[in-house]
């Protein structure tokens, strides 16, 4: 007997399917576009065109009389931005940005050195999940409980009293409301819950660069005589500053947008957030919010391309 086999048929050379794939495959520029064109779309539909229509209108004229914006050009609002009183908001915000990504520097990388070097398994996602819990947390509770922590009989302030810091904070660091009243009138405070908001988004980069560092360079460094304080500086910080650099870039631009925590922590002084928000809920002023909102797009570009020359954005 003869076994019977079944024929196996291929499919027809000439479908539709299989024409797109050998397009695809002959042209892979095509098949990229059609991947990135539709989220691209999607990406400039929903955020840049409202946002550069939001931009435009910083050049056109507040009537107040109305309490309405009229399509008449004018650069009366961006002059208004070096005026003295807003331009005091101006570097307010930017010196606070500045500061806060410093600190958070100074505090994320003995925390992100060990994390890198010194554990390893569990202990490792321990402190991944102690990082990250923060994070977790609404963004608002943090702020409102930093009020508390923060407001007379607070903990911190208790801190500051018991450890007689009062009159060092207001001797060194100049800043007024520490002593004669809370923690959570004060620029001081402010700067701690920025600094404790932002602080893992320091931590992660700089961990993630370190990472990368090769064993190899710290034994060579070794071999070659060099102390621990040497291989430190010479070889370790040098190799980290593009961690350090992408976390400032979220500390930096998150800090220099917020309105929330200048709004619940801090004096009366305004930041740039707080004067977007004034100027178009309150005021309905949608020029001058306008103009207000170009301001830290201006000074994150300049920042970007700082960072971009020392290796932040190969770093993320």
């Known amino acids: 007997m003869t076994a019977l086999s079944t024929p196996v048929t291929a499919p027809p050379a000439g479908g539709p399917l299989q024409r797109l ?7 892979p ?13 999607w990406f400039g539909v929903i955020y840049f065109a409202p946002l550069l229509t939001f931009l435009w209108q910083g050049v056109y004229t507040y009537d107040e009389m109305a309490m309405a914006a009229t399509p008449d050009l004018t650069w009366a609002n961006l002059l208004a931005l070096f005026e003295p009183a807003n331009y005091d908001i101006i570097l307010r915000t930017l010196g606070m940005a500045i500061v806060v990504s410093l600190a958070s520097a100074a505090l994320a990388f003995p925390i992100a050195y ?41 903990v911190v302030q208790w801190f500051v009293e018991q450890l007689q810091l009062t009159p060092v904070l207001q001797f060194i660091l100049g800043i007024p409301g520490v002593g004669g009243s809370t923690l959570s009138t004060s620029q001081l405070g ?40 040497q291989t430190f500086m010479q070889v370790i910080l040098p190799l ?40 178009q809920g309150s005021i309905g002023n949608m020029p001058m919010a306008a103009a207000f909102t170009l301001v830290p ?8 391309s700082i960072v971009k020359r020392l290796g932040a954005f190969d770093a993320l």
């Open 190 to 229: 402010r700067f701690f819950v920025f600094v404790y908001i932002w602080l893992p988004f320091m931590i992660l980069p700089i961990q993630a660069s370190l990472e990368r560092l090769p064993p190899s360079l710290l034994q060579a460094s070794a071999d070659l005589g060099a102390k621990p304080a």
């Open 21 to 27: 794939s050998n397009l695809l495959y002959r042209k």
């Open 297 to 304: 797009i201006v000074l994150i570009a300049i920042y970007l």
């Open 29 to 41: 520029n095509l098949y990229l576009a059609m991947l990135l064109v539709p989220p691209l779309l």
């Open 114 to 154: 060990y994390m890198a070097r010194y554990t390893s398994g569990k202990t490792k996602a321990f402190f991944y999940i102690a990082v990250m819990m923060p994070m977790w947390a609404s963004y608002i509770v943090k702020a409102y409980a930093w009020t508390l922590l923060l407001a007379k009989g607070g």
């Open 240 to 279: 980290s500053v593009p961690g350090i650099a992408a976390g400032s870039i979220f500390t930096f631009s998150l800090t220099l947008g917020d309105f929330i925590v200048p709004q619940l922590v801090g004096p009366p002084g305004l930041f740039i957030g707080n004067m977007v928000y004034t100027q």
